[in-house]
Structures are given as C-alpha cells and as structure tokens.
C-alpha cells in the first residue's frame, strides 16, 4: 500500500478553576481574563485534563470541516 503524508492534530486541555469575588459574574470574568492575559494566571502541566488526536487537512483541501474553537476563544 502506498503511504501518503498524513495530518494528525493533537489537541491538549488545560483547565483550572479561579475563586474571584465580584459584584457580577461579567464582573468575575473580567477579571480573571484580565488576569490572565497579563501573565498573573498560568495554566500548566498540573492543569492537565485531556487530549484529543484527529486528523487535520490541509488548507488547500476545500473538503477540511471548520477548526472547532474552544469555549475561552474571544
């Protein structure tokens, strides 16, 4: 059987649960996303809880479904 080049994702989550008090949860939400793009929260090897492997294409393949985007994207 011929091999041909082949495209494998693999998709690692990190997840980590952050106590803020604030007046609203939009409130709460800035905050930690605040927090978070200024480096004051990391999410590391400790964070770990899952990993995914799919095949990808390649962008010149028109049949390639849409890149799932994760529930932190902005």
């Known amino acids: 059987m011929e091999q041909n080049e082949q495209l494998i994702e693999i998709t690692e989550t990190l997840q980590k649960t952050i106590r803020v008090y604030a007046a609203t949860p939009e409130d709460a939400m800035s905050r930690v996303r605040?927090?978070?793009?200024?480096?004051?929260?990391?999410?590391?090897?400790?964070?770990?809880?899952?990993?995914?492997?799919?095949?990808?294409?390649?962008?010149?393949?028109?049949?390639?479904?849409?890149?799932?985007?994760?529930?932190?994207?902005?």
């Open 34 to 74: 605040e927090a978070y793009d200024n480096g004051g929260i990391v999410l590391g090897a400790d964070d770990f809880v899952g990993v995914t492997f799919g095949q990808t294409f390649d962008e010149q393949d028109r049949a390639a479904p849409p890149k799932r985007r994760d529930r932190g994207d902005r």
